[in-house]
């Protein structure tokens, strides 16, 4: 599940992205492709600790 500051993240990238893309700011948009990759990132940590913290309970689970 994705978590809100990575939804966050996400969606001001894409609103930067759109809103440079439409004035010709270069450095608006660049920033929103950051922030859109951080987002992305923070979501694939977030995953990351989900699916670790799932197989630490099912081994204690299983004990």
Do not use: P, R
């Not at 978590?3 to 700011?25: L, P």
């Not at 990759?37 to 081994?59: F, I, L, S």
Request: net charge positive; no cysteine.
């Amino acid at each position: 599940m994705m978590s809100i500051e990575s939804k966050k993240d996400m969606i001001k990238g894409k609103t930067n992205q759109a809103v440079g893309k439409a004035t010709g700011n270069d450095k608006q948009e660049a920033k929103g492709k950051a922030q859109e990759a951080m987002g992305k990132a923070k979501d694939k940590v977030d995953e990351t600790v989900d699916k670790a913290a799932h197989k630490v309970n099912e081994k204690t689970d299983n004990n």
